[in-house]
């Protein structure tokens, strides 16, 4: 796989900032059942990291909350974004960095570490490090969630077929490896077209069992590793426009998908947007 260039990553996340919290199709869904989930592990919690933490939207209400948090991210614009909105609180840090290289923090140093989003998968060909730097940090518990490469491989699979009229070496690369590189392929450019400065990133979209593994390989328990979110990326647009569009609803179907990630498709392939696969891990001895 192509090497990510982080500094052309930094660009484009500077770009994508202001628009970080502004939800298409089921993102709202998403980052509501990435909320549900952090609540679950707070007892006992003093510190936290927010690794790729981007404008706050977890760092912020949680450093409101009491804890000690550290919010770090590679992209300055959106740490700008997120100091303007922590406004006076005195008990959130806000770190420019890089979650392949954590070296600046102990090991197990923090109750919690978050790593959300886009955190690791968007590190490409070096997401396994970025991850393993969030186990290392761990000291209790590790929440972290990933592009899922069943969902990333029928989307390239639509994308493939509506762009080019065929299958590209793009969509094979993304189903068996989970890889994408906007310079991987010629016909790749055809995928990013409209996107934030005509580019998609350098991704890795991981597997369940490939997540698990590489967890407990860290000497983590898995507590959890699944899809997040897969009711509403399988429910018809229309559907889920009326739920986004009613305040009272929301939260129920919220509840409803929290259900069916956990009792009905424990390895489903999550939201159509933001990061489906999820995963919750412990360190042993803690």
């Not at 209400?61 to 948090?69: D, H, I, S």
């Not at 740490?79 to 922590?86: C, H, V």
């Not at 189903?175 to 010629?186: A, I, S, V």
Request: proline share 4%; net charge negative.
């Amino acid at each position: 796989m192509i090497k990510v260039d982080f500094e052309r990553e930094r660009t484009w996340w500077d770009a994508q900032a202001p628009h970080e919290e502004e939800d298409r199709a089921d993102e709202a869904v998403n980052r509501a059942l990435r909320w549900r989930e952090i609540t679950r592990h707070l007892e006992g919690v003093r510190t936290i990291l927010d690794v790729g933490g981007g404008t706050g939207a977890f760092s912020i209400p949680l450093a409101q909350y009491g804890f000690e948090v550290i919010h770090l991210d590679l992209s300055p614009a959106m740490l700008e974004i997120a100091r303007l909105k922590a406004g006076g609180l005195h008990n959130i840090r806000f770190v420019e960095g890089n979650a392949v290289d954590l070296s600046s923090l102990a090991d197990c140093s923090f109750d919690l570490v978050l790593a959300l989003d886009g955190a690791v998968s968007f590190c490409g060909d070096r997401a396994e490090e970025a991850l393993l730097e969030c186990c290392r940090v761990a000291g209790r518990t590790l929440i972290v969630s990933v592009l899922h490469r069943a969902r990333l491989a029928a989307q390239w699979a639509s994308t493939s077929l509506h762009v080019l009229g065929g299958l590209a070496p793009a969509v094979y690369a993304m189903l068996e490896r989970g890889e994408w590189h906007q310079d991987q392929y010629p016909e790749n450019a055809a995928f990013a077209r409209g996107s934030t400065h005509d580019y998609l990133g350098s991704l890795h979209g991981f597997l369940p069992g490939e997540l698990r593994s590489i967890l407990e390989g860290a000497g983590l328990q898995v507590v959890r590793c699944g899809g997040v979110g897969s009711l509403a990326g399988l429910c018809p647009p229309e559907v889920l426009g009326r739920v986004l569009a009613d305040p009272a609803l929301f939260p129920e179907f919220v509840e409803l998908c929290d259900a069916y990630d956990r009792e009905v498709m424990p390895e489903g392939p999550g939201t159509e947007q933001r990061a489906g696969l999820l995963a919750v891990a412990r360190r042993a001895d803690a």
